[in-house]
């Protein structure tokens, strides 16, 4: 029998399916989202977001569903702004009603379409109409694996803001 280098057998190759293995938004994204009920006060809603150091809250009901989402922005902009008093301003008076939204088995470029797609930072992860956890450009900038989307998503989400 002839030598031939290794991995020459002489047949014909076999072909493999090749499996793809995409991160899902399950993966990346923080279980444990500190929300805020729609009829607690701006107030409240400006003090959780201080006190953990996050932009935005999902607004829920007793039940978990969510209502809507309400940012730090939205409180300085459609109450502060607005001469409202945040103590007495309810969050259903001031929060976003119809915000983008992703499933847990989502994959993670999706997460980052969607960001870019609705120009926002963070996502609620919903499952069944219930909030199930939170993911943001920077759980997947962190990741290392969706460099380029995050990278691309913030490009897109920053593009229309006007320096002064």
Known sequence: ???????????????????????????????????????????????????????????????????GMVTDRDIVLRCVAAEEDPAQTPVRDIMTRSCATVAPGDDCREATRLMALHQVRRLPVVEGGKLVGMISLSDLARSGRFDMEAAQALSEISENIVVR
Do not use: W
Request: hydrophobic content about 40%; proline content about 7%; glycine content about 6%.
């Open 1 to 67: 029998m002839k030598d031939r280098p290794f991995g020459q057998t002489g047949h014909k190759p076999i072909f493999t399916e090749r499996v793809v293995v995409y991160m899902q938004v399950k993966d990346l994204m923080n279980p444990s989202a500190v929300t805020v009920e729609p009829v607690a006060s701006a107030a409240l809603a400006a003090r959780l977001i201080s006190r953990h150091n996050v932009g935005a809250l999902p607004v829920c009901g007793s039940d978990r569903r969510l209502r």
